[in-house]
């Protein structure tokens, strides 16, 4: 449904605006359609981000608790393993001869995947120790093995765990693979994570979909019933939650009173239909055979015409049916409409349409709109210096809407009282209600349009007059 205050503001500059009754160019009637809906988010959403939120938060809580508990422990005893290992193999080779420790070497490269090589003044080397955990193993051998300890991750652009130590004097590397002494566990943290998190996002979109679950049936059952659906809006009673059983208990309650009520006044008022226009008739027939003075008689029948009309209006704005839209030929409605006022004398009317315009709307529905608006006009929007009714009808498409634009050059409302004119029983000044009515009209048009998806505002024309703005659903072909 298009906001009211919105379409007010827009259909006062988007229609012509003019004191003679020439067209306007087409180009007036332009708008700039509606502003842009404000993001918000859905309480499913809502629901899942915070859910979100909550899990990613616990699961950071966790790891940096395994940082604490596990990984520092880790880099400490992969640190005391290094240098065990370092000084395992410095022991064997001091205490090995020569050839011993050619096999030694050779056995230890093949099989423990450690290598042993001599260390040059020429070497290159990166230092080892590009993140917490690491520069903690570091110095914890360089604590173990003493200051003169070297530990790299690449010498001689050749990547791995490196290890400078002396032997009798002499230096060496040791070449291990650090991949044997990873503090993290490898890549293993980082799957259980990224799995952890995943299950975590999928918990929680599934937990909100089902908390949102009543809510999304309540709110579907609720526009149900706003929209006169009665019996789609009936919500499950034997739902296994307290708080929301009950709410489905009282909300289907509140529907059925609600059809009750709106039976009983369908009844009512098709009795009131019967029950009164039957007298009028009789009394008008007995009217037209008994009184013999023309004048009077013909004072009377307007009486009791008026009478009927205003009963009937009663009916159509009380009507609850909602209206069977299909696309119409809107120059031919306003043809049809207009048809009846070409020979009236104070009555003259301007036609701006764009061509081909086709709207979603009921035909009869939409010719009874145009009529009561064409009736106010004539009434009440006639220039005070001529005594007649110039009304400007215009249409243009813009976007997936039709804009229609019925305006007179009367003297026009107080912009205090534009918004109570669609109020049902409101009436304005009486410069503008001298004729006798119910005080429906308007009212009638405003909910009639609504009923046909549209829209529907008054605005005070700059240059004088009433105008009544509609805002109906396009339909691009038949």
Known sequence: MINFDQLSTTTST??????????????DLTTDGPAPARFGLSLFWR????????????????????????????????????ASQVNL??????HADAIARTSLLKTMSDEEGVHIVPREPTDVFVPFGTDSTSREIAQALTTRLGAGTVIASSVNQKAGLWIGFVITGDDYWLLTDPERFNPAGGRTWIIWLVVAAVLSLTGAALIARLINRPLKLLSFAAS????GDFNASRLNENVHTGEIREVNIGFNRMAQRLAKVEQDRAVMLAGISHDLRTPLARLRLETELSVADLDARAHMAADIAQLDAIIGKFLDYARPEKDKLTPVVLADVVQSCTYSYKDQYDVQIN?????NLLVLADEVELGRILSNLLENARRYGKSPDTGIAHIHIAAISRDKWVLIKVRDHGIGVATEQLTNLTQPFYRGETARTAA???????????KTVQRMGGAFSLTNASAGGLSANIRLPRVTSL
């Open 47 to 82: 629901t899942f981000f915070l859910l979100a939120l909550l899990l990613l938060g616990s699961i950071m809580a966790w790891l940096q608790t395994l940082r604490s508990l596990e990984f520092e422990p880790r880099a400490i005893q992969t640190a005391q393993q290094l």
């Open 224 to 227: 149900r019933v706003q929209e």
């Open 436 to 446: 006798n009515g119910a005080g429906l009209g308007l009212a009638i048009v405003d």
């Open 351 to 355: 036609l701006q349409l764009e061509d």
């Open 89 to 94: 193999s410095r022991a064997a080779l001091i």
């Open 14 to 27: 988007q229609f012509i605006d003019t004191q003679s009754s020439e067209p306007a160019p087409l180009a």
